[in-house]
């Protein structure tokens, strides 16, 4: 890999050499390579956060077939049997019911398109999807046969967890941080997935920390994020966290009406808000999020790994288990 994608690892153990390494002049200015990783940094992160999902597909489909391969043998039967007998015939055809509930739940993108239309892309639908999950049962299943283990690593990020009020016991394992805009959809659509997430671990395996990532392009993000820091100083946070995070309006007012609903001293958070209190703390969160690469919400550090947009539980769980396994290990 070129010098420049390690730029994590550049800054963080050599800093000295990559100051010293000019690599442009204009006039009577130099332009060194520590300049120009911190111009692209978030770029250069999310690059080198794609070489390693592009790695680890092509090491997971390695795998796979190393397993298949074996257990066939084992078997005396060829990879094509195997995978006919434990993944194809094990796939039960959709039901109605099934085809109806796919249907309903898309039927804002399908508009007045009749069901018996689609029913058909429905139920291949289904079926790649009830194939994709046998898959991953068998080779989970298979790896416990035949131990499997895994050498690559994915790059890690060095992120702390803020000001803000964290969830969760100091000493778990895990400690999720995201970078999040109370004004961003998809920062609202992740959070039932977040609740599953920390339902599902535990505060004694996964903490949670919240930071600020108001974007240029949501007007009432910083005024919301100034505002929970208000509430958190009343121990409010989680709780006005949530109204924020539920609430269709984020102007003033509303933001002064959602401090009641959750009992907050009027006067107090009135005067907090008014004062920018909390202005250098929200920028300290953006630096934060900058500096390790954030460029759109949600972004999320697992103990350092980055996961960014609001994804699924199963891309959460795949990285928690991952950094479980290894405290035990």
């Given at each position: 890999m070129r010098k420049a994608l390690f730029t994590l690892l550049a800054l963080a153990v050599a800093p000295g050499l990559a100051a010293a390494?000019?690599?442009?002049?204009?006039?009577?200015?130099?332009?060194?390579?520590?300049?120009?990783?911190?111009?692209?940094k978030a770029q250069l992160v999310d690059l080198e956060r794609q070489r390693y999902e592009i790695l680890k597909a092509g090491l997971d489909q390695l795998i796979a077939e190393a397993l298949f391969e074996q257990e066939a043998a084992a078997r005396g039967i060829t990879v094509e049997q195997l995978q006919k007998t434990e993944i194809v015939d094990k796939i039960p055809q959709p039901t109605e019911a099934e085809v109806q509930k796919?249907?309903?739940?898309?039927?804002?993108?399908?508009?007045?398109?009749?069901?018996?239309?689609?029913?058909?892309?429905?139920?291949?639908?289904?079926?790649r999807k009830g194939t994709q999950e046998?898959?991953?049962?068998?080779?989970?299943?298979?790896k416990k046969k035949y131990p499997t283990k895994v050498t690559l690593k994915?790059?890690?990020?060095?992120?702390?967890?803020?000001?803000?009020?964290?969830?969760?016991?100091?000493?778990?394992?895990?400690?999720?941080?995201?970078?999040?805009?109370?004004?961003?959809?998809f920062c609202?659509?992740?959070?039932?997935?977040?609740?599953?997430v920390l339902k599902l671990y535990g505060p004694d395996k996964v903490r949670f920390a919240y930071r600020n990532f108001p974007l240029d392009m949501h007007p009432n993000a910083r005024p919301a994020a100034e505002a929970a820091f208000c509430a958190a100083d009343q121990g409010k946070f989680w709780e006005y966290h949530e109204k924020l995070m539920a609430a269709?309006?984020?102007?003033?007012?509303?933001?002064?009406?959602l401090a009641g609903e959750v009992g907050l001293d009027k006067k107090k958070f009135e005067e907090c808000v008014a004062s920018k209190k909390h202005k250098d703390a929200i920028d300290k969160d953006l630096k934060a999020g900058e500096?390790?690469?954030v460029s759109g919400t949600p972004a999320f550090f697992i103990n350092g790994r980055m996961i960014d947009g609001a994804q699924p539980v199963e891309k959460f769980k795949e990285i928690i288990d991952e950094e479980l396994a290894a405290k035990k290990g």
């Open positions: 390494e000019q690599l442009a002049t204009v006039g009577k200015k130099t332009v060194d390579r520590t300049q120009v990783e911190k111009q692209v796919v249907y309903e739940a898309n039927k804002e993108d399908l508009g007045d398109t009749p069901m018996e239309e689609v029913k058909t892309q429905i139920n291949e639908f289904l079926i046998r898959m991953v049962v068998m080779i989970t299943e298979l994915a790059p890690v990020i060095d992120v702390a967890v803020g000001s803000t009020p964290v969830k969760g016991n100091p000493k778990a394992p895990v400690t999720i941080v995201e970078f999040s805009d109370y004004e961003c959809p609202r659509r992740v959070e039932p997935t977040l609740a599953e269709n309006d984020l102007t003033g007012p509303q933001l002064q009406a500096e390790a690469g």
